[in-house]
Each structure stands twice: as C-alpha cells, then as structure tokens.
C-alpha cells in the first residue's frame, strides 16, 4: 500500500489534469485527491463553485483553478486546451440527476452527448501526444439484460430513460473516437456512488440520511427490491486515478476499453435503508413504499473482475463501513451553516 500511494504521488505531481464536471459530487472528490498529490487541477464546470466537503477538504479544493463554463462551449475548450496542455482529461461532466433529465430531455440528451464530442474532439486537435482521457460512463449505459451482473461486453440498451440513453450514447461516442482517431480512451462504468458531498437529497443515501436526522420517515418511489451495486466516493475516485494511471503506460489492453466498477455485492434498495437506519439507531421510523417507478430497472449490478485483473483496482470499503463514514459527514454538515441552503 504505501509502495502504491508514492507511485502516485509520483505520478501526478506537477501534472496538468482537467475535471470536467469537477463542480459536482464526484469530480469534487476526484480534484480534491489529485490536488493533495500536487496535480495541477483545472476544473470546467457550469457551476459557480466546488460544494462545501469539509473545511480542510475546501482549503485543499483552493488549490485548484475553477472555470465557470459549458462543456459544450468549443471556445472555452479549445482555450483551455490551448493555455494548459492537459497531460489527464477527465470527462465527468453531465446531468445526471434522474427527474431533472425526465423533465428536460432535449437539453440532458445534448449536454451529455454533445459535451462528451466536444470533450474528445478538443482533445483530438489539441491533445499532447502522451495525453489522454478517462470519461464517465454509468451502469446505467447498459439498460435491461436478463443476465446479470453485466460485463463490458454487454450490449449498451439505455433505451428506457434519457439519462440511460444519454450514457449509452457518450459511452458509443468514446468508444468511436478510441477506434477510428486512435484517441486514448478509457470509459469508467461506476455503480451506484455515494459518500458525503452529495447534496442532492433526492437519491437514496443522501435523502434518507437527512430524513432519519430530522425524525421522518423514510419514502421510496419503488418497492424497494431492486437490487443495485452502491459503490463509495472513496473506491469511485480510487477507480479513476487508477485507470488514468494505467493509461499512462500505454497498456495495449487499456486504451479504448470499458471498465466496470462496483462493490461485488448488490444488494436492494429497501435493505440499504434498513442498513442506515439501524447504524442510525432510527429502527421506529418505519420506511413507506410508493411502488411509483415506471423508468426503474429492476437489478442492475456489476462483474468489475476486468478492473481487477488489468488495473489492479479494488473496493477497500464494505457497504457498512462506506455508510458509517457517510452518516458521519451528514451529521456534521447537516448541523453546519452551509447547510441551510439546502
């Protein structure tokens, strides 16, 4: 382990990166890592600014120079490009957030498929030869499979919502640009993420927390069996430093492949729930089930046996131990200032 932490810190100091989408609940996390190894983090984000982390966290976010911008801008790309020379591009940048992409298709279909063309396309003409990119794709790229869990050989089938079909189409696009422009590329397919700095309370872990904290119960859209892989923030950033630093030494076998991440252990909806609430201790509150989702698929789970192999990555967290750390950071920003604009 520590042989590994100084090769990466190796790897990364000094090194010019750009996040994408750095604004947001992972690429925060992702800058916030490579900073403390002493990247030179620029991040494109349509946002104002990083989230509140954590006071230490935001020092160390401060590190980093933040651009306001829309990722399908080419102008502000190429000019970005121009000026740093991005030795990493890490393309994260989306909407992702599910009712928010039912409700505005036309402009969640454009910015996720649009904006990773124009991502790749900045890098093509403007790339350092030894450069390269890591794009996020989801689980959700691969829709509806009667087998499971999925393997990266599975066909992309993201027909049965725009945000699934957004990705299938951004994951083709990446693919595309690997295959016919000899772009490196490396395609990141995460579970479900989750962990503290995740403001939007509409999603599971997030939005039950909160709700235990304030003494309400619990309401899930679904009936709460759907079984889903939960990955934690710390194993998801793990993931893409990993494979950026497996892109680095040109294996044959990394450039222009797909990669699967998850924890190896799907588990329901309805049992992460019970999960929280009884490391909560918040047992009484009884969750209440809508069985309202219509655009859920009903399991959706990972083989990430590929990422061990060749990348040599693994989860360092079981879904209790993630959710214990994640329970902690609520109950500290849930009581701070910054939370009440929430």
């Known amino acids: 382990m520590v042989r590994t932490v100084l090769r990466a810190k190796s790897f990364w100091r000094n090194r010019s990166v750009l996040v994408t989408g750095g604004g947001g609940f992972i690429g925060s996390w992702l800058s916030h ?8 983090v620029v991040v494109l984000d349509i946002k104002n600014s990083f989230p509140y982390l954590g006071e230490t966290q935001s020092a160390v976010l401060g590190k980093c120079t933040f651009v306001k911008g829309d990722i399908r801008d080419e102008t502000v790309l190429r000019a970005l490009f121009k000026k740093y020379l991005f030795e990493t591009t890490f393309h994260l940048a989306a909407r992702a957030i599910v009712e928010d992409v039912l409700a505005e298709p036309e402009e969640s279909l454009d910015t996720n498929i649009r904006g990773a063309w124009r991502v790749l396309e900045a890098f093509r003409t403007l790339g350092p030869k030894s450069g390269h990119v ?9 829709g509806t499979h009667k087998t499971l869990p999925y393997r990266e050989d599975f066909s992309l089938r993201g027909s049965g919502h725009p945000y ?22 490396c395609i990141m397919r995460c579970g479900n993420v989750y962990g503290g700095g995740d403001v939007h309370f509409t999603r599971l872990i997030p939005g039950t927390i909160r709700s235990l904290l304030r003494e309400e119960g619990v309401t899930l859209r679904g009936n709460g069996k759907h079984k889903r892989d939960f990955l ?8 893409y430093m990993r494979a950026a630093e497996a892109m680095h030494a040109r294996k044959k076998d990394v450039h222009g ?5 998850g924890n190896g252990a799907p588990v329901s909806v309805l ?10 201790k918040k047992n009484h509150l009884k969750p ?25 990555w693994g989860p360092e967290y079981t879904l209790e131990n993630g959710l214990k750390e994640t329970i902690a950071w609520y109950r500290e920003f849930l009581s701070h200032d910054k939370a009440d604009v929430i």
Not at 232 to 239: E, G, L, N, P
């Open 33 to 40: 890592d490579l900073a403390l190894l002493g990247a030179r």
């Open 134 to 142: 890591v794009v996020a794709s989801s689980d959700k790229a691969y």
């Open 164 to 185: 699934d079909c957004s990705k299938s189409c951004a994951d083709s696009v990446a693919q595309m640009y690997a295959r016919v422009y000899r772009v490196p590329v």
């Open 232 to 239: 934690y923030i710390r194993d998801a950033v793990s993931a």
């Open 257 to 261: 492949e797909a990669f699967n991440f």
């Open 271 to 280: 049992a992460v729930v019970r999960l929280v609430m009884q490391l909560m």
């Open 288 to 312: 209440t089930i809508l069985s309202r989702d219509r655009h859920e698929i009903k399991d959706q789970y990972l083989d990430a046996r590929k990422a061990k192999k060749i990348l040599h």
